[in-house]
């Protein structure tokens, strides 16, 4: 089974690798959330008890970071299961 979560305002950017993964024969089971990116992450990956989280990276300016922090960054600190990280 491989859970697609989607935080943010444009729930059906995750159609296209929803039919991906599905004609590539995975059960899969698609969520949607609002608010804050890592915390939704991490409080769905105990929801469901999720063994693995896969998580894309996104590069941005070491000023951005700085002031902004990186939602890869808090998960890989708060996150009691391996992550993941592809860019």
Avoid: W
């Avoid at 698609?30 to 769905?44: C, M, P």
């Avoid at 890989?76 to 299961?81: G, L, T």
């Amino acid at each position: 089974q491989c859970h697609l979560l989607y935080v943010g305002d444009h729930p059906e950017i995750l159609n296209e690798p929803m039919q991906y993964l599905k004609d590539a024969g995975l059960d899969v089971v698609t969520e949607y959330r609002y608010g804050d990116v890592a915390e939704n992450i991490l409080l769905y990956q105990q929801e469901q008890d999720i063994q693995l989280i896969v998580l894309g990276a996104f590069s941005h300016s070491k000023i951005h970071q700085f002031f902004l922090g990186s939602i890869a960054t808090t998960i890989f600190r708060n996150s009691a299961v391996p992550l993941l990280v592809v860019k």
